[in-house]
């Protein structure tokens, strides 16, 4: 914690960071904060703090300015959102949060740690900051979903969005994990949760509870709705300790979010594939702890998936569930947003992990958690808005470096004529032809956002 607090002091402004087309639509702190670079924190880091090494008034000294330099950094990135995007009224209030949140938070900057008032008021700051930003993923979901029905979406616009809303949301996790933890800690009216935890984080988290309780927690919705359910199997492997039970720092609530959802996916998966089947294959589980990472991987016999879908399964622009109705209520659903893979992979990638899917079609899916073993080296990762980000936002579609994807998109009947011929007499494409070829995969791809800019 001390040498994240003395990074952050001697942070020198970003000698690259550029500004968007939208930058003059940002308050005055926002640029000034985000000149400066988020300075993660190890689990490891965390725990010590909160466990032997922490006070509140450290604790109030870094966040009054860490917090602040996380939020400016994403509002610099909404702001090179597109400018129809940002028009919608939920990407507007959503913007407005940040900001205000921001403004708020600034205000302690020039407070003194050693007030008791101040710290208690900076408590009361953060409960209001985060139940501020309770429906920022569903809000800015909608945002996307008016654009999406009001204007054709290309496809570099949406592999922009794709990597806007990872950063976006890996952003929110981040400083929800922060606030948290100042407010568990140190907050008398909180309540002090689970005797074992030091904040949210659990310094000996049993791995197979968690998946026990995210499987049962999905078995019961499976039986509601199916009124069946597959079993559970499931197998363990202590590499670091054998016959000993599985453990590692991290916070219980991220792994449950993960598993829950993977179970949700393979139980549905399984009965609606297996319907006609008079038993359910079980959900294998297989846990390994090695000496660098913990592995879950949840396997099913549910049907798989095609391979062209898997990467659809993380989009934030595809799903396959009906769309939600969104009210102005405290509990507006995230079912039918598709959000629920995507948003369980940036909480595995938040301390370094990650979380794949590997399908066989017409069999089913192996979905594999990735966590790093060692609290060291499960480092938060975090979005930081620089000349890089900014790139992002202004790709353009180019040429595709791999040809043989044309030859799979001519149309039937291409090979007729004079050109069929030419190919059996020579062996090889006459020139007209290929020139023809180029021509209509310049079409094809740039329907689909991969052009022939090359050319």
């Not at 985000?34 to 466990?51: A, Y």
């Not at 002090?192 to 509870?209: A, F, K, L, Y």
């Not at 995210?214 to 078995?219: F, G, L, N, T, V």
């Amino acid at each position: 914690m001390k040498a994240a607090r003395i990074a952050l002091r001697s942070a020198a402004p970003l000698a690259g960071a550029s500004a968007g087309s939208g930058s003059g639509r940002l308050p005055q702190e926002v640029e000034q904060f985000s000149r400066f670079s988020p300075s993660p924190l190890s689990i490891k880091q965390l725990l010590d703090f909160g466990s032997t090494n922490g006070c509140e008034r450290t604790s109030f000294a870094f966040l009054r300015q860490e917090l602040p330099v996380r939020f400016a950094n994403i509002l610099k990135e909404i702001d090179l959102l597109p400018d129809k995007l940002l028009d919608t009224p939920s990407v507007k209030l959503v913007k407005s949060w940040y900001i205000q949140s921001l403004k708020e938070l600034i205000e302690f900057n020039q407070k003194s740690p050693d007030d008791q008032k101040v710290l208690s008021d900076f408590i009361d700051t953060l409960i209001r900051v985060r139940n501020r930003h309770h429906d920022v993923v569903p809000t800015m979901a909608q945002g996307v979903i008016e654009y999406k029905d009001t204007f054709k979406i290309d496809p570099v616009t949406n592999q922009n969005i794709q990597y806007f809303l990872d950063r976006f949301y890996m952003s929110r996790i981040s400083t929800r994990m922060l606030m948290n933890q100042h407010t568990l800690l140190f907050d008398d009216k909180s309540g002090s949760g689970h005797p074992r935890h030091i904040g949210s984080i659990d310094p000996c988290c049993d791995v197979v509870e968690v998946v026990n309780d995210a499987y049962e927690s999905s078995k019961m919705l499976c039986d509601q709705y199916y009124l069946t359910s597959p079993e559970l199997k499931l197998t363990q492997v202590n590499g670091k300790a054998p016959g000993q039970p599985i453990s590692i720092v991290y916070v219980p609530s991220h792994l449950f979010h993960m598993l829950f959802e993977l179970f949700k996916n393979s139980m549905r998966a399984t009965v609606e594939f297996q319907e006609n089947s008079p038993t359910l294959s079980p959900i294998e589980v297989t846990v390994v702890l090695g000496k660098e990472d913990l592995a879950i991987k949840i396997s099913d016999r549910g049907g798989g998936v095609p391979v062209r879908k898997i990467e659809q399964l993380f989009s934030y622009m595809y799903s396959t569930a009906p769309r939600p109705n969104v009210d102005d209520g405290r509990n507006t659903p995230l079912a039918g947003f598709g959000y629920g893979l995507p948003i369980s992979r940036l909480y595995a990638k938040y301390f370094q992990g990650d979380l794949n899917l590997y399908s066989i079609c017409g069999y089913g899916t192996d979905a594999i958690i990735y966590l790093k073993a060692l609290s060291t080296e499960s480092i938060e990762k975090l979005p930081v808005f620089n000349k890089s980000a900014s790139k992002h936002y202004q790709a353009t579609s180019e040429a595709d470096d791999w040809f043989g994807v044309g030859y799979a998109n001519i149309k039937p009947g291409f090979y007729s004529g004079a050109y069929l011929q030419d190919i059996l007499r020579y062996g090889c494409f006459p020139l007209r032809c290929r020139f023809d070829m180029l021509i209509g995969v310049d079409d094809y791809l740039h329907s689909s956002g991969v052009g022939m800019t090359g050319l």
